[in-house]
């Protein structure tokens, strides 16, 4: 039984060591290439270990990499996505933590109702919203802004944040509630120093998965921005080379990994919060 058990035991770690490999190929070979120079990448092919590090790809590509005829380098779009990222989770995670409370704490007739129209968003498919979204940007002015792809991003995010404090917040005791209230606290009162101080595992669920989202969403940037506004990921379609020149996949693969970094920040620093949240009510 012993024996059994060991091998069980092993056979389950090479496959979980066989599917890690599976993922991490791809950037791996995207890491390596970002450290490589073009004739090495050239002769060698493009999955290949550095014979010597490129370190200036990585310079070159933030700072004078041509996107586009503007050759400032991917900083611009990175600093676009900054500026719509981090108010757009920072909004939708507020909304969302009020409107979960309303619906949680503060019943109402027709709350399951509420809260089952505002979260329709959450299931339905992106492309269903981009004739609306023309819509309301060309009438408000804010088409080919960045203003514009915030108020995007808040709206469709209050879907998600909403969903995950309601699940969180239903588990808080009313009797605590009503003891704020015999006290004389009200509404917002309530909120700002009951329910929030007990809200950090389940914001930080949102923030992550707003941040993240947001930061890697595609469709919306390159539908409702161009050129100069266009936040990083729509930017890195433009990254190929002209035609008259050889691909530059050492800093092309430089872009990729400075576009990538924030996310992948994110989650090195915040990812055993994020399943602390998620097991402390999130998925409820």
Not at 255 to 266: D, K, Q
Request: charged share 10%; glycine share 8%.
């Amino acid at each position: 039984m012993a024996s059994r058990a060991v091998l069980s035991r092993v056979a389950i770690h090479a496959v979980l060591i066989a599917f890690a490999a599976f993922f991490l190929v791809p950037l791996l070979v995207v890491v390596f290439n970002s450290l490589r120079s073009t004739e090495d990448i050239s002769h060698t092919g493009v999955i290949g270990i550095p014979h010597e590090l490129i370190w200036s790809n990585f310079s070159r590509t933030w700072s004078s990499y041509c996107i586009s005829q503007h050759c400032d380098g991917i900083q611009p779009y990175f600093w676009n996505s900054v500026r719509m990222a981090i108010p757009a989770t920072i909004i939708s995670t507020l909304l969302g933590a009020l409107n979960g409370y309303s619906l949680s704490l503060w019943r109402f007739r027709g709350d399951t109702i509420v809260f089952g129209i505002m979260t329709i968003g959450v299931f339905l498919p992106e492309q269903m919203r981009l004739v609306p979204w023309v819509i309301v940007l060309r009438d408000l002015g804010l088409f080919n802004t960045i203003t514009g792809l915030v108020m995007i991003h808040i709206i469709q995010g209050v879907s998600f944040t909403t969903l995950f404090c309601r699940n969180y917040y239903v588990s808080i005791p009313q009797d605590l509630l009503k003891a704020a209230r015999i006290d004389g606290a009200g509404f917002f009162r309530i909120f700002w120093r009951i329910v929030l101080p007990l809200s950090p595992p389940i914001l930080i669920v949102t923030v992550i998965w707003q941040f993240t989202g947001i930061w890697n969403e595609y469709l919306y940037g390159v539908t409702f921005s161009t050129g100069e506004q266009q936040p990083i990921t729509a930017a890195l379609i433009a990254l190929s080379a002209r035609l008259s020149e050889a691909p530059q996949y050492g800093e092309q693969s430089a872009a990729v990994l400075l576009a990538a970094a924030p996310t992948l920040l994110v989650y090195l620093f915040g990812g055993r919060y994020f399943l602390r949240g998620l097991t402390a009510g999130a998925v409820k």
